[in-house]
Protein backbone atom coordinates (compact mmCIF):
# COMPACT_ATOMS: atom_id res chain seq x y z
CA UNK A 1 0.00 0.00 0.00
CA UNK A 2 1.55 3.38 -1.46
CA UNK A 3 2.42 5.79 1.70
CA UNK A 4 0.19 8.73 2.32
CA UNK A 5 2.77 10.93 2.54
CA UNK A 6 4.14 9.68 -0.86
CA UNK A 7 3.51 10.73 -4.47
CA UNK A 8 5.03 8.83 -7.27
CA UNK A 9 6.40 10.64 -10.13
CA UNK A 10 6.11 9.68 -13.38
CA UNK A 11 8.60 7.01 -15.36
CA UNK A 12 10.15 9.97 -17.79
CA UNK A 13 9.16 13.41 -18.18
CA UNK A 14 6.05 15.03 -16.66
CA UNK A 15 3.57 15.35 -19.37
CA UNK A 16 2.65 18.21 -21.20
CA UNK A 17 0.07 20.64 -19.43
CA UNK A 18 -0.14 20.81 -16.07
CA UNK A 19 -0.06 17.46 -13.49
CA UNK A 20 -1.80 18.32 -9.54
CA UNK A 21 0.59 16.25 -7.26
CA UNK A 22 -0.62 17.67 -3.73
CA UNK A 23 -3.88 19.17 -2.91
CA UNK A 24 -3.16 19.91 0.89
CA UNK A 25 -6.59 20.68 3.34
CA UNK A 26 -5.91 18.36 6.27
CA UNK A 27 -5.33 21.27 8.14
CA UNK A 28 -8.00 23.31 6.93
CA UNK A 29 -6.27 26.95 7.98
CA UNK A 30 -3.34 25.48 5.62
CA UNK A 31 -4.44 24.65 2.14
CA UNK A 32 -2.12 24.63 -0.76
CA UNK A 33 -1.58 22.84 -3.60
CA UNK A 34 1.97 21.70 -5.39
CA UNK A 35 1.69 20.54 -9.23
CA UNK A 36 4.32 20.23 -12.11
CA UNK A 37 3.49 22.38 -15.22
CA UNK A 38 5.02 21.43 -18.61
CA UNK A 39 4.78 23.94 -21.07
CA UNK A 40 5.62 22.87 -24.84
CA UNK A 41 6.81 25.09 -27.33
CA UNK A 42 5.21 28.48 -27.70
CA UNK A 43 2.41 27.55 -25.55
CA UNK A 44 1.15 30.24 -23.30
CA UNK A 45 -0.41 29.74 -20.02
CA UNK A 46 -2.40 32.40 -18.24
CA UNK A 47 -2.10 32.35 -14.17
CA UNK A 48 -5.68 33.13 -12.39
CA UNK A 49 -5.92 35.63 -9.76
CA UNK A 50 -7.36 34.99 -6.17
CA UNK A 51 -4.13 32.65 -4.73
CA UNK A 52 -1.07 33.69 -3.42
CA UNK A 53 1.50 31.41 -6.33
CA UNK A 54 4.82 30.09 -6.69
CA UNK A 55 6.76 29.25 -10.07
CA UNK A 56 9.52 27.19 -10.12
CA UNK A 57 11.61 27.37 -13.40
CA UNK A 58 13.13 23.79 -13.28
CA UNK A 59 14.44 23.71 -17.25
CA UNK A 60 13.47 25.48 -20.67
CA UNK A 61 12.99 29.15 -21.57
CA UNK A 62 10.16 31.14 -21.26
CA UNK A 63 8.94 34.96 -21.68
CA UNK A 64 7.13 36.26 -19.24
CA UNK A 65 4.70 39.20 -18.28
CA UNK A 66 3.34 40.36 -14.86
CA UNK A 67 2.29 43.50 -13.25
CA UNK A 68 3.19 45.35 -16.24
CA UNK A 69 6.50 43.93 -16.13
CA UNK A 70 8.38 41.18 -18.55
CA UNK A 71 11.37 39.25 -18.65
CA UNK A 72 12.88 36.08 -20.13
CA UNK A 73 14.14 33.54 -18.26
CA UNK A 74 16.37 30.64 -18.83
CA UNK A 75 17.25 27.33 -16.97
CA UNK A 76 19.53 24.34 -18.29
CA UNK A 77 18.64 22.12 -15.39
CA UNK A 78 17.92 22.31 -11.68
CA UNK A 79 21.95 21.33 -10.63
CA UNK A 80 23.56 23.66 -13.25
CA UNK A 81 22.45 27.40 -11.68
CA UNK A 82 20.29 28.57 -9.13
CA UNK A 83 16.38 29.10 -10.28
CA UNK A 84 14.31 32.04 -11.54
CA UNK A 85 10.86 32.12 -9.72
CA UNK A 86 7.90 33.95 -9.72
CA UNK A 87 5.98 34.75 -7.01
CA UNK A 88 2.82 36.30 -7.41
CA UNK A 89 -0.15 37.90 -4.53
CA UNK A 90 -3.19 37.12 -4.76
CA UNK A 91 -3.63 40.40 -6.92
CA UNK A 92 -1.21 39.77 -9.63
CA UNK A 93 -1.79 38.01 -12.97
CA UNK A 94 0.99 36.29 -15.31
CA UNK A 95 1.21 35.73 -18.67
CA UNK A 96 4.02 32.49 -19.26
CA UNK A 97 4.84 31.76 -22.75
CA UNK A 98 7.70 28.53 -23.46
CA UNK A 99 10.67 29.00 -25.82
CA UNK A 100 11.37 26.98 -28.27
CA UNK A 101 12.80 23.99 -26.54
CA UNK A 102 9.71 23.97 -23.94
CA UNK A 103 9.74 25.04 -20.17
CA UNK A 104 8.84 22.76 -17.24
CA UNK A 105 7.79 24.60 -13.92
CA UNK A 106 6.98 23.75 -10.58
CA UNK A 107 3.79 25.43 -9.59
CA UNK A 108 2.38 26.31 -5.57
CA UNK A 109 -1.06 28.08 -4.73
CA UNK A 110 -2.24 29.04 -1.22
CA UNK A 111 -4.96 30.91 -0.12
CA UNK A 112 -3.75 34.65 0.94
CA UNK A 113 -5.73 37.47 1.91
CA UNK A 114 -3.07 40.39 1.87
CA UNK A 115 -2.17 41.70 -1.72
CA UNK A 116 1.33 42.15 -2.21
CA UNK A 117 3.25 43.40 -5.58
CA UNK A 118 5.12 40.79 -7.77
CA UNK A 119 8.55 39.85 -7.67
CA UNK A 120 10.48 37.68 -10.08
CA UNK A 121 13.44 36.06 -8.18
CA UNK A 122 16.88 35.50 -10.88
CA UNK A 123 19.90 33.17 -9.53
CA UNK A 124 21.50 36.12 -8.25
CA UNK A 125 19.32 36.25 -5.48
CA UNK A 126 19.66 32.19 -4.37
CA UNK A 127 23.06 33.03 -3.34
CA UNK A 128 24.64 28.94 -2.14
CA UNK A 129 24.86 28.17 1.73
CA UNK A 130 26.76 25.03 2.39
CA UNK A 131 25.41 23.71 5.39
CA UNK A 132 27.51 21.08 7.10
CA UNK A 133 30.92 21.95 6.76
CA UNK A 134 33.46 21.23 8.56
CA UNK A 135 30.37 18.32 10.50
CA UNK A 136 31.04 14.85 11.16
CA UNK A 137 33.61 14.17 8.35
CA UNK A 138 31.38 16.46 6.14
CA UNK A 139 29.07 13.29 5.64
CA UNK A 140 26.01 16.00 5.05
CA UNK A 141 27.88 18.65 3.33
CA UNK A 142 25.01 20.38 1.23
CA UNK A 143 24.40 23.19 -1.05
CA UNK A 144 21.17 24.96 0.27
CA UNK A 145 19.49 27.65 -2.06
CA UNK A 146 16.81 29.67 0.18
CA UNK A 147 14.76 31.52 -2.75
CA UNK A 148 12.36 33.16 0.06
CA UNK A 149 11.49 32.83 3.54
CA UNK A 150 9.21 35.13 6.17
CA UNK A 151 12.29 37.62 6.50
CA UNK A 152 12.42 38.38 2.76
CA UNK A 153 8.47 38.42 1.98
CA UNK A 154 6.43 39.01 5.49
CA UNK A 155 3.76 39.34 3.10
CA UNK A 156 3.34 35.46 1.88
CA UNK A 157 2.26 32.57 3.81
CA UNK A 158 5.14 30.10 1.82
CA UNK A 159 8.90 29.60 2.32
CA UNK A 160 10.37 27.92 -0.54
CA UNK A 161 14.08 27.08 -0.99
CA UNK A 162 16.26 24.24 -3.12
CA UNK A 163 18.69 21.67 -1.48
CA UNK A 164 21.24 20.03 -3.98
CA UNK A 165 22.41 16.90 -2.31
CA UNK A 166 25.58 15.66 -2.92
CA UNK A 167 25.92 12.27 -3.97
CA UNK A 168 26.69 9.91 -0.55
CA UNK A 169 25.77 12.31 1.48
CA UNK A 170 22.95 13.11 3.92
CA UNK A 171 21.11 16.25 3.66
CA UNK A 172 18.16 17.81 6.54
CA UNK A 173 20.61 16.36 8.95
CA UNK A 174 20.38 16.02 11.77
CA UNK A 175 16.91 15.14 11.50
CA UNK A 176 14.71 17.98 12.60
CA UNK A 177 11.11 19.10 12.99
CA UNK A 178 8.62 21.84 13.16
CA UNK A 179 4.91 22.55 13.34
CA UNK A 180 4.32 23.33 9.89
CA UNK A 181 3.72 20.90 6.77
CA UNK A 182 6.50 20.81 4.29
CA UNK A 183 6.89 19.69 0.65
CA UNK A 184 10.24 17.66 -0.69
CA UNK A 185 10.20 17.52 -4.65
CA UNK A 186 13.13 15.32 -6.16
CA UNK A 187 15.33 15.37 -9.04
CA UNK A 188 18.66 13.56 -10.03
CA UNK A 189 21.53 13.76 -12.25
CA UNK A 190 20.66 10.15 -13.59
CA UNK A 191 17.40 8.36 -14.55
CA UNK A 192 18.09 5.47 -12.37
CA UNK A 193 19.58 7.83 -9.64
CA UNK A 194 17.54 7.32 -6.30
CA UNK A 195 17.53 8.65 -2.48
CA UNK A 196 16.01 7.36 1.13
CA UNK A 197 13.69 10.01 2.91
CA UNK A 198 13.16 10.00 6.34
CA UNK A 199 9.63 10.56 8.13
CA UNK A 200 10.09 10.11 11.44
CA UNK A 201 11.23 5.91 12.27
CA UNK A 202 9.81 5.23 8.20
CA UNK A 203 12.20 5.28 5.15
CA UNK A 204 10.92 6.29 1.57
CA UNK A 205 13.04 4.87 -1.19
CA UNK A 206 12.71 8.57 -3.87
CA UNK A 207 13.50 8.84 -7.30
CA UNK A 208 13.08 11.61 -10.27
CA UNK A 209 9.79 12.97 -10.04
CA UNK A 210 8.57 12.05 -6.75
CA UNK A 211 7.02 14.04 -4.14
CA UNK A 212 6.56 13.06 -0.51
CA UNK A 213 4.31 15.77 1.98
CA UNK A 214 5.87 16.02 5.38
CA UNK A 215 3.40 15.79 8.13
CA UNK A 216 3.68 18.61 10.73
CA UNK A 217 5.87 17.54 13.92
CA UNK A 218 7.89 14.80 12.17
CA UNK A 219 11.53 14.38 12.07
CA UNK A 220 13.00 14.37 8.85
CA UNK A 221 16.49 13.94 6.93
CA UNK A 222 17.21 12.50 3.01
CA UNK A 223 20.45 10.56 2.01
CA UNK A 224 21.14 10.35 -1.89
CA UNK A 225 22.49 7.01 -3.19
CA UNK A 226 26.63 7.42 -3.72
CA UNK A 227 27.19 8.49 -7.61
CA UNK A 228 23.78 10.12 -7.96
CA UNK A 229 23.30 14.17 -7.14
CA UNK A 230 19.82 14.48 -5.36
CA UNK A 231 18.32 18.06 -5.98
CA UNK A 232 14.63 18.80 -3.81
CA UNK A 233 12.44 21.79 -4.27
CA UNK A 234 11.19 22.79 -0.93
CA UNK A 235 8.11 24.47 0.41
CA UNK A 236 6.50 25.40 4.14
CA UNK A 237 3.46 26.71 4.61
CA UNK A 238 2.85 28.84 7.62
CA UNK A 239 0.46 27.98 9.90
CA UNK A 240 -2.35 30.98 10.93
CA UNK A 241 -0.76 32.27 14.29
CA UNK A 242 2.27 30.32 13.83
CA UNK A 243 4.44 30.66 10.89
CA UNK A 244 7.50 28.73 10.19
CA UNK A 245 10.56 30.94 11.74
CA UNK A 246 13.06 27.95 12.24
CA UNK A 247 13.29 23.92 13.53
CA UNK A 248 14.10 21.98 16.12
CA UNK A 249 17.00 19.19 15.80
CA UNK A 250 16.42 15.92 17.25
CA UNK A 251 17.86 15.44 20.25
CA UNK A 252 19.78 12.21 20.16
CA UNK A 253 21.70 13.35 17.23
CA UNK A 254 22.26 17.07 17.70
CA UNK A 255 26.39 16.39 18.74
CA UNK A 256 26.56 16.12 15.48
CA UNK A 257 26.61 19.85 14.89
CA UNK A 258 29.43 20.05 17.08
CA UNK A 259 32.43 20.33 14.89
CA UNK A 260 35.07 18.55 17.93
CA UNK A 261 33.00 15.26 17.80
CA UNK A 262 33.36 13.83 14.15
CA UNK A 263 31.75 10.82 14.95
CA UNK A 264 33.43 7.17 14.80
CA UNK A 265 36.39 6.75 12.52
CA UNK A 266 37.30 3.45 11.53
CA UNK A 267 40.92 2.52 12.32
CA UNK A 268 41.36 0.12 9.31
CA UNK A 269 40.07 2.71 6.57
CA UNK A 270 42.70 2.68 3.87
CA UNK A 271 45.62 5.25 4.69
CA UNK A 272 44.54 8.74 3.35
CA UNK A 273 41.10 8.13 3.33
CA UNK A 274 40.43 8.81 7.05
Known sequence: MPHPAYHSG??????????????????????????IRQLTSGTTFQSSKGRESVFVLMRGEAGMR???????IRRKDVFSSPPFVLH???????????GPDGAEFAEIHAPNGVAFPARLFTPEDSNPEYRGTGLVRNAALRNVRL???????????????????YPGRWSSYPPHHHDQPEIYH????????????????????????????????????????????????????H????????????????????????????????????
Open 88 to 98: LGPGSTAEITA
Open 10 to 35: PAGQFPAGYTPIIHAEEIAEAAWTFG
Open 239 to 274: LPGNPYTGFTFAPEHAWALDPTRQGWIPFDFPPGLS
Open 186 to 237: YRFTDPVGYGHAEIGDEVLKVRSGDTILIPPGRDHAQVAAPGYGMYYLWVIR
Open 66 to 72: FDGQSAR
Open 147 to 165: IFDQKIRPESNIVIGEVLN
